[in-house]
């Protein structure tokens, strides 16, 4: 049987439980987005770069006057999404912190998390991507920091923003980048649902 690209065997089909087949056919789908995704080409210097980019060395900034009134605009934007006023906090917070960090616009990180989970820090899909950016685990795995927790909202952020950054040095062009991080590299679809959804988020002055 062919499952996302790959082959699974008959018998083994035929004789898993239903909760066996689910585990097959995730980690066939997981498979194929990695392939699609290209991280397996990832050259060294890129390796070494991100694993630096993915240090939590932001934790204890200090909010200044600017990220306040930010962080209160965007708070009430994403509140339909996120009725739990910590947690608006704390992703309004990550986005205008790692947005800075890595010079991403934020209603771009906004129309990221928008598209992929909703605003749902536990959202798990059907292929294994994890948190409010869909990281796929193998970046935990390939980068060497197998204990950070994808569904913590600073590491999504963080992991999620770095992964973005990478695709963005990589092919210079955010269409690119987009369909790299989505595993449709080359297809438009996928950028121009971020692009529609970024428009729902107020626009600020720093980014790419």
């Not at 909760?19 to 990695?34: F, N």
């Not at 129309?111 to 899909?125: K, N, T």
């Amino acid at each position: 049987m062919l499952v996302a690209g790959f082959l699974v065997s008959i018998p083994i089909w035929l004789t898993s439980t239903s909760e066996d087949k689910q585990h097959l056919a995730q980690s066939a789908a997981t498979k194929m987005v990695e392939k699609n995704v290209g991280l397996l080409d990832l050259k060294p210097e890129e390796k070494e770069e991100l694993r630096k980019m993915l240090k939590p060395e932001l934790a204890g900034q200090k909010v200044d006057f600017e990220q306040t009134v930010w962080m209160k605009d965007i708070v009430q934007t994403i509140q339909p999404w996120v009725p739990d006023q910590n947690e608006a906090e704390a992703i309004a917070r990550w986005v205008y912190v790692y947005g800075k960090h890595f010079n991403l616009s934020p209603e771009l990180i906004l129309g990221v998390i928008s598209v992929e989970s909703r605003f749902d820090h536990f959202a798990v899909s059907n292929v294994g991507a994890i948190g409010l950016m869909q990281v796929m685990p193998f970046w935990k795995k390939e980068l060497g920091q197998p204990e950070d927790n994808l569904l913590e909202i600073e590491t999504n952020i963080r992991y999620g923003c770095a992964i973005l950054r990478h695709y963005i040095d990589r092919y210079k062009k955010l269409d690119r980048a987009l369909g790299a991080y989505n595993g449709s590299l080359g297809r438009m679809k996928y950028p121009n649902k971020i692009y529609s959804h970024m428009k729902r988020f107020k626009a600020t002055d720093f980014g790419i």
